[in-house]
């Protein structure tokens, strides 16, 4: 038997080219806008991850405005460059940000490998972790609120929602929805307390037991903030969409010739 064809380290059982690929498209995936909480590929931010033969990644990306916060758009590249450098395989990451009043002094500092204190010197403004801290904050309450008022629509009382430990929350039956909203919220329930199996599921951002009998108020409460981040991510989309052609070589969109001239692209 030929062991070269074979064997574990054999020319089948060696990662293509294309499924590295693959694999930093899922690493990035999982790095979010600190503000929207949302995907930076699936809000159409990343234009370029490629792997060279040397097994090195490289990314590019752009955002909606060319005045979007510098800390902000160090923070996406800092997360994206963490993120895909976790692979066992990868033997270096660069990031490239496009067409931003900051790009220049943000590509070199990446390229050095500097954090944002050492990038921009007297003109950072605060810890790059504090602010990812902070945002994190902000994530887990949007996820909590979308949690509970898919329990309160289901029906679950005040009372039954504040005592539930994450593993009886985890054994409730739900629909396809509630189990997205239920992964979701246990991927940020840790950034405010450790998700251990008895513990409560339901704290507010200081780890502090929800009450009953203030249940509707705190949800009330986190709803406005929701509201805002919703308006912000509209505004990024129409931004980002009035500012390039969305069409990317990894996501082409079929064109319908006969379509009058003002139809032909949709966002």
């Not at 039956?173 to 339901?202: N, S, T, W």
Request: with cysteine; proline share 4%; glycine share 8%.
């Amino acid at each position: 038997m030929n062991g070269d064809a074979e064997g574990s380290d054999g020319p089948r059982n060696r990662p293509t080219h294309d499924s590295r690929q693959a694999e930093v498209w899922a690493c990035l995936q999982g790095v979010m806008d600190p503000e929207l909480d949302e995907s930076v590929t699936d809000l159409n931010f990343v234009t370029k991850a490629d792997v060279d033969s040397k097994n090195r990644v490289h990314i590019e990306f752009r955002l909606p405005t060319y005045w979007c916060a510098a800390n902000f758009a160090f923070l996406m590249a800092d997360d994206m460059r963490r993120a895909v450098g976790a692979l066992d395989w990868v033997e270096g990451v660069g990031v490239v940000l496009g067409e931003h009043m900051y790009a220049d002094k943000i590509n070199a500092g990446l390229a050095e490998g500097l954090s944002f204190q050492a990038t921009f010197g007297a003109e950072a403004d605060g810890s790059l972790d504090e602010l990812r801290q902070t945002f994190l904050v902000k994530a887990f309450q949007r996820r909590q609120v979308a949690l509970l008022n898919h329990l309160i629509a289901m029906g679950h009382s005040s009372a039954t929602i504040v005592s539930l430990t994450l593993t009886e929350l985890g054994r409730l039956p739900v629909d396809d929805d509630g189990e997205k909203l239920f992964l979701r919220y246990l991927e940020r329930r840790a950034v405010v307390g450790q998700p251990g199996a008895a513990a409560l599921a339901f704290i507010d951002a200081k780890g502090v037991h929800l009450k009953a009998d203030g249940l509707a108020g705190y949800v009330s409460d986190l709803r406005r903030v929701g509201i805002n981040v919703e308006f912000n991510g509209a505004l990024c989309r129409g931004l980002l969409s009035a500012r390039f052609d969305l069409e990317t070589p990894f996501a082409p969109k079929s064109k319908t010739l006969s379509a009058p001239p003002d139809t032909q692209h949709v966002p």
